[in-house]
């Protein structure tokens, strides 16, 4: 392994940085709620990209993975989140979001796959 190829575990130190990043961001120009919605998005998209690494040169991918955070934007800047009541009430949308993306892109991956790229 060469020194310029980020380890596992580092990959995910900077995902989670990076979520917690976002998480501050957006708190300091949004409500709190906004704020813990778009990191736990970002934390979602940046694991599947994470797993998904080896797809990182398939324009598909990366067409899909935009319309998806493009989507997710929109959604967080017109959607009025209540405040929480409890803590990790995001967690069971951000599972079944990350679950329906991921199943989005394996069927993308597998319907459109390049003939070099087929099973």
């Known amino acids: 392994m060469s020194k310029s190829k980020l380890s596992d575990r580092q990959i995910n130190l900077f995902l989670v940085v990076s979520a917690i990043a976002v998480f501050a961001i957006v708190s300091l120009i949004a409500s709190a709620e906004k704020a813990l919605a778009s990191g736990v998005a970002f934390g979602v998209f940046g694991a599947i990209i994470s797993v998904k690494l080896e797809k990182k040169q398939s324009w598909r991918f990366w067409a899909a993975i935009s319309v998806f955070a ?22 069971p949308f951000a599972l079944v979001d990350g679950f329906i993306m991921w199943t989005i892109l394996s069927w993308i991956e597998k319907r459109f796959a390049a003939p070099n790229e087929a099973d």
């Open 70 to 91: 493009l989507a997710h934007i929109v959604a967080i800047v017109i959607i009025h989140f209540p405040e929480p009541r409890f803590g990790l009430v995001s967690l």
